[in-house]
């Protein structure tokens, strides 16, 4: 696997009411071809800021991302997202839905056939060819969720970015889509950068855990490698004396490396909530 992106040096701020707000410093991560990075850290760590950084949807004050060379300063089909929201377009079926974007991406490329059998493969690949002509009212939402994997696939990108995208399901629907995403990550051989407050999610999923200090200014504190085999069964991790080891190593420093969220004085179990908080609440309608 060769390194292919770059993040280097980015440090973002915010015009606020009260003054600028920094809340990235300094970040720098390198990622190779098919590599799955996971990043974790509690509300208002900068978690969300620095996916929406390689997605190009926000400009770093300083340093920048390169991906195969190239600088990354705007939204495109060689990054898709993967939002906890799926994001349907309501009015449209299934395959409606990731057909806007095949036809977006794939303009002139592809014949009318080629499409319809990109399509369907793609659905495949996210266990929901039998829903291909459902509309979004009609299916689950762990379904949609499968749906919007699946048309994020279908445009082919370079890099995954997953912003918490199990987040919003119930446990047996979060254990069944990470299957899935494992079954098709060990597939396609995608590059993914996952956000996660789920540390047993991050373990099970990731080939390195990046562990990020409470803002404001922000940066990795930490990068925890999880040398474990693939494929991967959840059931056997479970025993296994170098899951739990990994899975303890990123609770200490989330507890007690990094027990005092948002600079408070007191000390508090810190709440590992299943959206990032105010801070970065905050930065992202200061940006908009």
Same mark, same amino acid.
């Given at each position: 696997m060769n390194r292919f992106l770059d993040i280097s040096s980015v440090g973002i701020e915010f015009n606020t009411d009260s003054g600028t707000f920094r809340a990235l410093d300094k970040v720098n991560l390198s990622i190779k071809q098919g590599e799955f990075v996971s990043l974790i850290g509690h509300?208002? @760590?900068?978690?969300?800021?620095?996916?929406n950084i390689?997605?190009?949807?926000?400009?770093?004050?300083?340093?920048?991302?390169?991906?195969?060379?190239?600088? *990354?300063?705007t939204p495109g089909p060689d990054r898709a997202v993967v939002f906890q929201n799926h994001a349907l377009l309501p009015w449209m079926t299934v395959y409606q839905n990731v057909e806007l974007a095949v036809k977006q991406v794939f303009k002139g490329q592809k014949s009318k056939s080629e499409i319809h059998d990109w399509i369907a493969h793609n659905l495949e690949l996210v266990h929901m060819s039998h829903a291909i002509h459902k509309m979004p009212h009609e299916i689950s939402g762990g379904m949609?969720?499968?749906?919007?994997?699946?048309? @994020?696939?279908?445009?082919?990108?370079? *890099?995954?970015?997953?912003?918490?995208?199990?987040?919003?399901?119930d446990a047996l629907t979060r254990a069944h889509l990470q299957d899935s995403l494992m079954e098709i990550q060990n597939d396609l051989g995608n590059t993914v950068i996952m956000i996660t407050h789920?540390?047993?999610e991050a373990v099970l999923l990731s080939d390195r855990i990046v562990m990020m200090t409470n803002g404001p200014a922000a940066s990795i504190g930490e990068i925890l490698?999880?040398?474990?085999p693939r494929p991967r069964d959840r059931l056997a991790l479970s025993e296994s004396p170098e899951f739990n080891q990994i899975r303890n190593r990123a609770l200490r420093f989330l507890y007690e490396k990094q027990k005092f969220p948002g600079g408070g004085s007191r000390a508090k179990k810190p709440r590992l909530e299943a959206v990032d908080g105010a801070s970065e609440s905050k930065s992202a309608s200061a940006a908009a």
């Open positions: 509300s208002g @760590c900068g978690k969300s800021t620095v996916l390689v997605a190009g949807l926000l400009e770093a004050t300083e340093g920048g991302v390169i991906l195969e060379g190239k600088e *990354v300063n949609k969720q499968r749906v919007g994997i699946a048309r @994020c696939l279908a445009m082919q990108p370079k *890099v995954l970015l997953m912003d918490e995208p199990f987040g919003a399901l789920d540390v047993d490698d999880v040398d474990l």
